[in-house]
């Protein structure tokens, strides 16, 4: 038996590259992010297995070997499996799992693909494995209880204001660029103007030129409320003016990493608020490191929801439920573009799974 690793950008350009070389009987042992000291050749390494290189094949059918003495297909596949169950074994990684089925290890190359984190795309694909139990390489089982554990992870909430509250206040806080202000004035059109619910719009941003202007002139449009507060007692303030307005949303400056001290009165005042309901708004096309470290840093103000813009700017989703499942926090709302407010949309469990493991990448395991 041949056993070769390939690298390549993608697991597809692997795997397409060994079976040119190897044919297409080939079977996969193993595929997972190319270690450090190899990623020169390639993003991704996919290690794959064959009887014997296509050329040897042809040469030993027509001199009359087994594969061309009609040995049992099945018999040599069941031999290759007991070999390939082996070479699992002492070629398994701790970022990959070891001896999943076919359909399993698909599940765990396609949330890799969407740059889930590694020990939680392995920590699935061995759950859906054990969860479908003997029948696990029927690809529907795999998958179903693939779908099962991802939706078991984390949750969703798409509401906006504090359970129990007598009227509904919502703050947006996050880092510049996140897409705060522009994701305020689609919630104030959904949960605002089409509920007939009356709105006010108030920016704490005193940081940006011209921010606070913006969102004036989206109130005037929306013919909403707005007011601008340069502290928290101002807000405050605000707040007990407008106690009559049915939503209440907050828009608040981008704090860089250098900024956040800056930040810390205001986050104190929105941390202890009862009737306040922070969200987290980041975009779903910065590096998984980097939400990580957005989400722990902005902690100081205590949001209540993870809300994620620009899905439309990245095919790499994985993080977005990756971060949910790590922090417990549930996913608010999602948005995917400029459009108002039709690219705002309320995050579902199926959705963020459709996000994660497309349904091209499901039916995949049935090949």
Do not use: N
Request: aromatic residues 4%; charged residues 25%.
């Amino acid at each position: 038996m041949l056993v070769k690793s390939f690298f390549a950008a993608t697991v597809e350009a692997a795997l397409a590259e060994g079976s040119r070389e190897l044919g297409p009987e080939a079977l996969i042992v193993q595929s997972r992010k190319a270690l450090p000291e190899a990623q020169h050749l390639g993003r991704y390494e996919v290690v794959l297995a064959a009887a014997q290189p296509p050329g040897k094949a042809a040469a030993r059918a027509d001199a009359g070997g087994p594969a061309g003495t009609g040995e049992p297909l099945a018999r040599e596949i069941a031999r290759m499996r007991r070999q390939l169950d082996s070479l699992r074994r002492s070629l398994s990684h701790p970022a990959a799992p070891a001896a999943l089925s076919f359909e399993a290890a698909e599940i765990f190359e396609a949330l890799v693909e969407s740059e889930t984190e590694t020990g939680l795309a392995s920590e699935i694909a061995q759950a859906a494995a054990a969860q479908a139990g003997p029948d696990s390489g029927k690809t529907t089982l795999a998958r179903d209880a693939a779908i099962a554990e991802i939706e078991s992870r984390f949750t969703v909430d798409a509401t906006l204001g504090r359970e129990g509250a007598a009227r509904r206040i919502a703050a947006l806080v996050g880092p510049p660029g996140s897409g705060k202000t522009a994701t305020l004035v689609k919630l104030a059109v959904v949960h605002g103007l089409a509920a007939r619910r009356p709105a006010v719009l108030i920016s704490a941003d005193t940081y940006r030129i011209a921010a606070a202007d913006q969102l004036r002139s989206y109130a005037a449009i929306l013919g909403v409320g707005f007011e601008l507060v340069e502290t928290p007692r101002a807000l405050d303030q605000a707040l007990d003016l407008h106690r009559a307005k049915g939503l209440i949303l907050i828009d608040t400056p981008g704090l860089a990493v250098a900024e956040m001290d800056q930040g810390a009165d205001l986050a104190a005042y929105l941390a202890t608020h009862p009737e306040i309901d922070t969200h987290l708004v980041l975009s779903a096309s910065m590096k998984s490191a980097d939400i990580t470290r957005a989400v722990d840093r902005f902690e100081i103000f205590k949001p209540a929801k993870l809300l994620f813009t620009r899905l439309d700017e990245t095919g790499a989703l994985g993080p977005v439920w990756s971060e949910a499942a790590r922090t417990g926090k549930p996913l608010s709302f999602l948005s995917a573009g400029q459009s108002i407010p039709e690219d705002l949309e309320p995050a579902t469990q199926r959705r963020i799974v459709d996000l994660v493991l497309p349904r091209e990448d499901r039916s995949r395991a049935a090949a």
